[in-house]
Antibody, heavy 119, light 111 residues
């Protein structure tokens, strides 16, 4: 069974940093591209970042470029999102997502971890 | 303002057929990029319903179907059931933004 379990969310002050982790199991993690997608409570979905299977290529939404860094450790079956210079508008539930058969389709989602940026 | 436009809400009676539209532009759906559809029940993560315009993952019933033409796409649900009440999102890739984009979501109410 495919499982994606996020951790690392919490309350952080504006300008602060946080690192999210996503533990993957039930599939060959090292062969899949992975993403982070966020959702402001009560609102829509926003794509954040993408990483290829070996971690050599990364992509970001303009809203987080230069502040967030996606990475992965295939030996540990873990995906990361390092978030720096956090702003109030980064407050959201962050989902770890696996890319499926369709290009940029998201076939498995974690349960999400809540990040709150507030003083 | 989402890049992909969906109606905020649709509704239908049990057993009826409904459709949810998704309108894009020449930089996403019109450029030939596939559309994918997700269902989100309250308090849960989204679930993939349709990928690459009209393909259903294993376990998704065939009363759900997708189509795409030009800059528009739609999700159809036939034989509406109470358990279909949820939020639905379309998603694609946008070449101008160099990333994925979502619709604003449509809340389906089963009357």
């Amino acid at each position: 069974e495919v499982q994606l379990v996020e951790s690392g969310g919490g309350l952080v002050q504006p300008g602060g940093s946080l690192r999210l982790s996503c533990a993957a199991s039930g599939f060959s993690f090292s062969t899949y591209w992975m993403h982070w997608v966020r959702q402001t409570p009560g609102k829509g979905l926003v794509w954040v970042s993408r990483i290829n299977s070996d971690g050599s290529s990364t992509y970001y939404a303009d809203s987080v470029k230069g502040r967030f860094t996606i990475s992965r450790d295939n030996a540990k079956n873990t995906l990361y999102l390092r978030m720096n210079s956090l702003r109030a508008e980064d407050t959201a539930i962050y989902y770890c997502v696996r890319e499926g058969s369709g290009w940029y389709s998201f076939d498995y989602w974690g349960q999400g971890t809540l990040v709150t940026v507030s003083s | 303002q989402s890049v992909l436009t969906q109606p905020p809400s649709v509704s239908g009676a049990p057993g009826q057929r409904i459709t949810i539209s998704c309108t894009g532009s020449s930089s996403n759906l019109g450029a030939g990029y596939d559309v994918h559809w997700y269902q989100q029940l309250p308090g849960t993560a989204p679930k993939l319903l349709i990928y690459a315009n009209n393909n259903r993952p294993s376990g998704v019933p065939d009363r759900l179907s997708g189509s795409k033409s030009g800059t528009s796409a739609s999700l159809a649900i036939t034989g509406l059931q109470a358990e279909d009440e949820a939020d639905y999102y379309c998603q694609s890739y946008d070449t101008s933004l160099s990333g994925s984009v979502f619709g604003g979501g449509t809340k389906l109410t089963v009357l």
